[in-house]
T-cell receptor, first 113, second 113 residues
Framework: AAGVIQSPRHLIKEKRETATLKCYPI?????VYWYQQGPGQDPQFLIS???????DKGSIPDRFSAQQFSDYHSELNMSSLELGDSALYFC????????????FGQGTRLTVV | AQTVTQSQPEMSVQEAETVTLSCTYD???????LFWYKQPPSRQMILVIR??????QNATENRFSVNFQKAAKSFSLKISDSQLGDAAMYFC??????????FGQGTRLTINP
């Protein structure tokens, strides 16, 4: 069965650079969530989209932006990268409706040097 | 805001024995969903078990079962016949359905052969 695909799997950037993370949800999933997991931390919710519209926003820095495209894939754009942005970034997708579960991608490990 | 607390940063158990991981949460909602996720060294987030708050019966998935105490806002995970492959970080998570997940701090489970 198709899973959530994230690319790239690993990314190394220098401070003040820009990074773009991509997420391809499971087919027919119309909701996408982004989470950030720092070293030794639990995942923290950043932002979510439902039917290409932002549905919720968490502790996402102003330097970050995201969108969901017409094919339901999503991109997380991160600018002016800081050392503290080094983390594992998860994307998850789900079907519409309350009684659904979110399926996670394998994550993108971002290292800022 | 909803919060999830895992008071056991680390747990260890002998192979083939039973271990229980604790989780408490705080919410004023009556309808919600609770999950246990497993995160092995690969860092993949794997759903172990889910519980709908409106169901009184505790969820069970093979060797994994939960003790859901709604009034006490407690949601513990019991792993029976522990196997070496169960070694991982375990996160308890809460959602109101089709919304962001709120995670606990995690419990690192070690299986001793």
């Amino acid at each position: 069965a198709a899973g959530v695909i994230q690319s790239p799997r690993h990314l190394i950037k220098e401070k003040r650079e820009t990074a773009t993370l991509k997420c391809y949800p499971i087919p027919r999933h119309d909701t996408v969530y982004w989470y950030q997991q720092g070293p030794g931390q639990d995942p923290q919710f950043l932002i979510s989209f439902y039917e290409k519209m932002q549905s919720d926003k968490g502790s996402i820095p102003d330097r970050f932006s995201a969108q969901q495209f017409s094919d339901y894939h999503s991109e997380l754009n991160m600018s002016s990268l800081e050392l503290g942005d080094s983390a594992l970034y998860f994307c998850a997708s789900s079907y519409p409706g309350p009684n659904t579960e979110a399926f996670f991608g394998q994550g993108t490990r971002l290292t800022v040097v | 805001a909803q919060t999830v607390t895992q008071s056991q940063p680390e747990m260890s158990v002998q192979e083939a024995e039973t271990v229980t991981l604790s989780c408490t949460y705080d919410t004023s909602e009556s309808d919600y969903y609770l999950f246990w996720y497993k995160q092995p060294p690969s860092r993949q987030m794997i759903l172990v078990i889910r519980q709908e708050a409106y169901k009184q019966q505790n969820a069970t998935e093979n060797r994994f079962s939960v003790n859901f105490q709604k009034a006490a806002k407690s949601f513990s995970l019991k792993i029976s016949d522990s196997q070496l492959g169960d070694a991982a970080m375990y996160f308890c998570a809460y959602t109101q359905g089709a919304q962001k997940l709120v995670f606990g701090q995690g419990t690192r489970l070690t299986i001793n052969p």
